[in-house]
């Protein structure tokens, strides 16, 4: 075999015996082939084709079309029936998840085990193998049995050995499809180097936008006879046509599909990836639409073009809030009555993502012509990234941006450069000002007629410069200490945290409000959650209608909740005596009320797994988040992402929550929701703060609680509740009690408005901040 050819495959099949029980297995010993007691199956059919070294090879064809039996006959863990596989260079492979590995042993110990079968000797490895564990980012479970690890932790460290190791030939089998968007990032980007380094790398993967974009050649493969190789921007059109085909016609062959492309390349003589790309293009867009092959329903991007003013490409070099940035993407839909909706993502090198947008969110939709092509642009007019690279990817989802029809991520790179020496990841629009008078309200701050007293003066307050009045004014009135931690924790996301009262310089009245991610029957809004509402009961008149009472929420109210204001709807847990203050001065109208419910501890078989911060479980959280959505259109909500609950349960100074994933112990990797619990042994109950599922997981969800509830020693499980909420966990065996605590609507709001939130709040008790 020629030193500059990998691999040569030689009329390589591969047939199995089956046999119909498995003493027809013995009689075909006992006869030796006198009589035949099986059935063959050929897996693969004869193929042969060679590979150059320094290609990377796109493997593509249906499940069980042989792909995977071809790849194990490459890497020598099968034999072939007929024909000589030729192999020049080391092997590594990745053919499944966790191939090579044995459970019990450790992560450490499967290193050497894998790298001592590809031959590598032990000093070798003992010089890469801290590079190998901080790639997978397994370094605090890799002295654990592997047994242990999640899916992605599996596949993440059996990748790192396989590539670490320097292969002349990688093989990759669908591997990399349980890892998360950042290490699938990393992992296309050293193999990238890899092959500019001259490795040979066989790349089977159903993403056909990865094949199109990683490799250099492709064969084709369907019912073990490959039916074709050449370039992949000549294989994947015609595939795809194929599986077009086989929407209408199940029955479809290759052979039934006309060519979309005119195509005469072959393994031997290919054209560069982008003149065929562009040949294939042309060719698409003259092919008249009546002899179109018949099509299923399918969504997929075709093109993608980005530029600024000075350069256009997928690589481009801009400078910080200075640069345009324009993507023009393109795709093809033959989906009946609905118009797919595309959003962008944007992350950084180290995979995290900085920001999204999505088309419909902004209220546009792409054009969509006869042939069902789609088009949108997209501009970032002075792209605000601060310096270094980002990764640009296109999505494409469904009208209601649920379901993933087709993802393109990367599909631009770019190179931020900036004149000045700000740091972190954007720049947000800002302003600068000198200090200035204190910002107060209008002097009429009351709707009566009356003259207000000039004894009172409200403003916006200052959460650094108030905090020494508020706190003094919080210990007086709630008689508990308030701590610095803890209240620039709970207002870190707001501009001002509330509007105070003050008479001279000291604070007398405070209504504090704070920014709260939700939703609103379906509609992204951003709600107040109100809490702090406090007065010095020292002085006269604090609860009539021109008093510090009055003047602070008042102004909270008009200036930032209802129709057409910062909030459109806000939200809180005053008791009864509280509520009626408000109402007797029409601030408040009680829109809601919440629940007290409990239910008996109880041993359960349910698999629970902690969170404490972890971002690949996050990750899950947000999926899990993202089933639960569809599902609270009729409420108004407060988003409960990764986000969320980082800020909410894990970085609440003084205090301590429980988060569990739960799954069945029949299927252990596949979460079905999240619960949150803070244990109270000196009331013997653990609180369910809050639980992320759908409504037919919502029940075994509780039983997890109930669960840890025993396990704990706690005798039941309590919480607080909307209405709305505890028909999701209703039980035979709870009780439920009506509160004396009520959330309360903005009386002062347009009344139309204000109905929407009547009953119709989901909330729980990890919706407070403020008890």
């Given amino acids: 075999m020629s030193s500059n050819i990998a691999l040569h495959i030689d009329n390589v099949s ?360 789609g088009r949108i642009s997209v501009t970032f007019p002075k792209m605000p990234l601060l310096k270094g690279t980002y990764y640009i990817g296109v999505l494409l989802f469904c009208e209601r941006g649920l379901f993933l029809h087709d993802e393109a991520d990367p599909v631009v790179t770019l190179h931020v450069t900036q004149p000045n020496q700000e740091r972190g990841l954007v720049m947000l629009p800002h302003s600068w000002q000198q200090p200035g008078p204190a910002k107060r309200l209008k002097e009429d701050a009351i709707v009566t007629e009356r003259k207000p007293s000039g004894r009172w003066s409200v403003r916006e307050a200052d959460a650094v410069a108030d905090f020494e009045n508020i706190k003094r004014l919080f210990q007086d009135t709630f008689k508990q200490p308030l701590h610095e931690d803890v209240w620039h924790w709970k207002y870190r996301y707001a501009s001002s945290p509330g509007y105070m009262v003050s008479e001279g310089d000291e604070v ?43 003047r602070s929420v008042y102004g909270f109210l008009t200036e930032k909740i209802g129709q057409g204001r910062d909030f459109p709807y806000g939200f809180g847990f005053p008791n009864r005596r509280h509520l009626r203050v408000g109402e007797r001065q029409n601030l408040y109208a009680a829109t809601d009320r919440i629940l007290e419910a409990q239910w008996p501890a109880k041993a359960n078989e349910l698999l629970l797994t902690p969170w404490t911060g972890e971002p690949q479980q996050g990750q899950v959280i947000d999926h899990l988040w993202q089933q639960m959505v569809p599902h609270l259109n009729s409420y108004l909500v407060g988003i409960r992402d990764q986000e969320w609950m980082r800020f909410r349960f894990l970085e609440k100074p003084m205090d301590h929550y429980q988060i569990w994933f739960v799954s069945q112990p029949e299927q252990p990797q596949t979460f079905i929701g999240v619960v949150v619990l803070k244990d109270h042994p000196e009331a013997d109950h653990m609180e369910l703060l809050d639980f992320i599922g759908t409504p037919e997981n919502s029940h075994i969800l509780l039983a997890a609680a109930q669960q840890l509830a025993a396990q704990n020693g706690r005798q039941r499980i309590q919480t607080w509740l909307s209405g709305n909420v505890y028909a999701w966990l209703e039980t035979d065996e709870a009780s439920v009690e009506p509160t004396e605590v009520f959330v309360p609507g903005n009386a002062l709001d347009n009344p139309e408005h204000l109905a929407e939130s009547k009953g119709n709040w989901w909330l729980m008790g990890g919706d407070s901040d403020f008890r």
């Fill in 14 to 373: 591969k047939t199995y015996h089956l046999y119909d029980a498995p003493k027809d297995r013995l009689k075909q010993m006992l006869f030796r082939g006198r009589k035949q007691f099986f059935r063959e199956y050929q897996a693969l059919q004869p193929v042969s084709f060679f590979l150059p070294k320094g290609e990377v090879l796109g493997v593509v064809g249906r499940n069980g079309a042989g792909k995977s039996t071809l790849l194990q006959l490459i890497c020598g863990t099968l034999t072939p029936t007929t024909g000589h596989v030729n192999v020049n260079g080391r092997i590594a492979a990745l053919l499944e998840l966790g191939a090579g590995f044995n459970p019990q042993f450790t992560g450490r110990e499967n290193i050497y085990l894998s790298a001592s079968i590809m031959g590598i000797s032990r000093q070798e490895i003992d010089s890469k193998v801290e590079d190998i564990i901080d790639f997978a980012g397994v370094r605090n479970f890799i002295d654990q049995p592997v047994s242990t690890y999640s899916s992605g932790m599996y596949v993440r460290l059996a990748f790192s050995v396989a590539t670490s190791v320097e292969p002349d030939i990688l093989i990759i089998d669908e591997a990399l499809s349980v890892g998360d968007g950042d290490f699938a990032r990393r992992s296309f980007e050293r193999i990238m180097a890899m092959k500019e380094r001259g490795a040979t790398i066989l790349f089977c993967s159903h993403s056909l936008y990865q094949i199109e974009v990683l490799c250099s050649q492709a064969i084709w493969i369907e019912k073990g006879q490959l039916v074709k190789q050449g370039a992949p921007a000549d294989i994947v059109p015609e595939y795809q046509a194929f599986l077009d085909c086989l929407a209408d016609n199940p029955e479809a062959t290759p052979a039934d599909v006309q060519a979309r492309v005119v195509s005469s390349t072959t393994a031997s003589d290919l054209l560069p990836a982008e003149e065929s790309k562009t040949e294939t293009e042309a060719n698409t867009e003259q092919t008249p639409s009546g002899n179109t092959p018949p099509k299923g329903q399918y969504a997929r991007i075709q093109k993608v073009e980005a530029h600024t003013d000075t350069e256009k490409g997928d690589v481009l070099n801009i400078v910080s809030g200075q640069t345009d940035v324009t993507l023009h993407i393109s795709f093809k839909s033959t989906l009946k009555d609905e118009i797919p909706q595309v959003a962008l993502a944007v992350h950084n090198a180290a995979g995290q993502l900085i920001t999204s947008c999505g088309a419909w969110v902004a209220g546009v939709q792409p054009s969509v012509d006869a042939d069902g092509i």
């Fill in 508 to 550: 007398v009245g405070f209504c504090g409000g704070a920014p709260r991610r939700g939703m609103v029957k379906g509609t992204p809004a951003t709600l107040a959650q109100l809490g702090d509402v406090m007065v010095d009961r020292r002085q006269r008149g604090v609860l009539t209608k021109t008093g510090p009472f009055y």
